[in-house]
């Protein structure tokens, strides 16, 4: 629904969250999907895909730290890094404060998102589209990694929702799961948002667990509070051998030693607290399924879909 006052966001079929318009910065539609860009009373600038609100001024800190910090911690010496999607560039921002990081490899299918984001979101990317230790590929995620033979220490999914009529929702089946896990390192981990994890919402969250665990050894859930988002926000690490068990004090020991920058959202406290799932979560994830293919693929709600 357009209002020049207000952005309905729709979260469920049944619940709409409206932010008020002060500006609509940047309206149109690439080859794959429809862009916006506003400015919210509440929230500040925001990165719309396809009617969906992906990236918030105000809060975007809290998905990107819960996103990308919790592999890089986890993992002893993360040096080589892929990241699929992160078209507003805070991703490898995020990626870039760790002194391990010699080469950023990040692909993204829509290049002109990336220019719209490079113009209109400069404290989102913070100059990491300059970085030197980061290349940028404009081609489809899948493809990229199909045709590629380099392994990545750490590999981070940072893709839109999957809509029926978006450019990601193979992304998110076992099928393409198989291949990230082929083109990780022997101890290397997977990251990637999962969708909302909020009671009453989190259908798409533990069918992309379940989904994992039947191709990964070792699967971690989390969520973190994205007040943009309407609530909780889910998101899982996986991989063969790592875990993502660590103390507050070596998680904060190794923030310390590795970044550059000072962190808002995450430390050794925040890495336990992520992990803790409510009990109703734990049982849902327990009872799924589900196993997400390309032949039943899973498609969350949007206003345009009938899909759940």
């Not at 001024?57 to 993360?78: G, K, W």
């Not at 033979?149 to 893709?159: C, N, P, S, T, Y």
Request: net charge negative; glycine share 6%; aromatic share 12%.
């Amino acid at each position: 629904m357009k209002d020049n006052r207000w952005f309905y966001d729709h979260v469920t079929p049944d619940m709409v969250q409206l932010h008020s318009i002060k500006e609509r910065v940047y309206s149109g539609r690439t080859r794959f999907q429809t862009v916006e860009i506003i400015d919210t009373g509440s929230f500040g600038r925001c990165l719309v895909l396809d009617d969906k609100i992906q990236s918030s001024e105000a809060d975007e800190f809290i998905y990107h730290e819960a996103l990308v910090h919790p592999p890089m911690i986890v993992h002893p010496n993360p040096e080589t890094v892929f990241i699929g999607g992160g078209g507003e560039g805070a991703t490898a921002r995020e990626v870039l404060a760790h002194s391990t990081v010699r080469r950023v490899v990040m692909v993204d299918i829509d290049q002109e998102v990336i220019d719209i984001c490079r113009r209109f979101l400069p404290s989102f990317h913070q100059g990491s589209f300059e970085d030197s230790h980061l290349e940028l590929r404009f081609v489809d995620a899948k493809g990229y990694l199909e045709e590629c033979d380099e392994k990545f220490d750490v590999i981070i999914l940072d893709l839109p929702e999957p809509l029926e009529a978006g450019p990601a929702y193979l992304l998110y089946t076992k099928e393409f799961y198989h291949l990230v896990g082929q083109r990780l390192t022997p101890g290397g981990i997977l990251s990637l948002q999962a969708g909302s994890s909020s009671w009453g919402n989190h259908d798409c969250f533990t069918a992309i667990i379940n989904t994992l665990k039947a191709v990964f050894t070792k699967v971690f859930p989390y969520e973190a509070h994205i007040p943009s988002y309407g609530g909780m926000w889910g998101f899982a690490l996986a991989s063969h051998n790592l875990s993502a068990h660590l103390s507050p004090e070596e998680v904060d020991r190794r923030i310390f030693s590795r970044t550059k920058k000072g962190l808002m959202f995450y430390d050794g406290l925040t890495h336990q607290a992520l992990f803790a799932l409510p009990r109703y979560l734990r049982q849902a994830i327990d009872e799924e399924k589900r196993v997400i293919t390309e032949q039943e693929p899973l498609f969350v709600y949007s206003p345009s879909s009938k899909h759940l």
